[in-house]
């Protein structure tokens, strides 16, 4: 699998697909999708699919493709590199989300969730209706996180960083190596996930961030304003109110 592209800028969303083996665009296939790397807190997500005509399902249970996790990491890379070879029957595409991707989009302004991602891009990977449960994200995310360059140029990075997941202790140990306390972590943490956020709040120096809906909201009207006579106080636009801004003479 040719990742030279992630490697390039593995900051944001990468696509990676085979070619369309002619078959497929001549008879009715099944589909199967998966994802890997949903749950840790290091490392990109991966969305997949695998796809073949119904005719030819028997030769592909013929590889011995089972699901991901019941398999070891040098068994993935053997099946994939099988599907590879068998590649005028079986074709796939994936999709690979940064981790930088997902915690600008789950921490943003306006918030898009985990779910919603996944969902959109499970969607946009899908041509087809049904789950043939080929697993070759797993395949994708190993190699994408073995591969993986931090653009922090940080000197003497330990990159036996487990699982990485969240229960994992040497993953949880790692993030507390790593975990700047101005900076927090590398784009290779997502720094969304609880398990980041609470190393953070531990660790890092505190950062007070204006926020219009918490403390005190000074020009805000009380409830039973509504309800008064009398004329209503113009407040200034929500722009000004955020920034702390006020008119300093009137003109």
Known sequence: MDLSELERDNTG?????SPVPSVCRK?????GVDEAGRGPVLGPMVYAICYCPLSRLADLEALK????????????HRLFAKIEEDGDFVGWALDILSPNL????????????????????????????????????????????????????????DTDYGSGYPNDP???????????????????VRFSWRTAQSILEKE???VTWEDSQTGDQEGLRRIKSYFSEGP???????????RGLESATIL
């Open 27 to 31: 008879e009715p296939c099944v589909l």
């Open 232 to 242: 209503r106080p113009r407040l200034p636009h929500r722009y000004f109110q955020e």
């Open 102 to 157: 997902i915690s600008t989009s789950m921490l943003g302004r306006v918030k898009y969730n985990l779910n919603s991602l996944s969902h959109d891009t499970a969607t946009g990977l899908m041509q087809y209706a049904l789950d043939q449960g080929v697993k070759v994200a797993q395949v994708a995310r190993d190699q994408a996180v073995k591969n993986w360059k931090f653009v922090e140029k940080l000197q003497d990075l």
């Open 170 to 188: 040497k993953t949880k140990a790692w993030l507390r190596e790593h975990v700047d306390p101005v900076f927090g972590f590398p784009q290779f």
């Open 204 to 206: 890092a120096e505190d």
């Open 65 to 76: 493709v089972a699901d991901s996790k019941t398999l070891s990491e040098s068994e993935r």
């Open 13 to 17: 969303r990468c696509r990676l697909n």
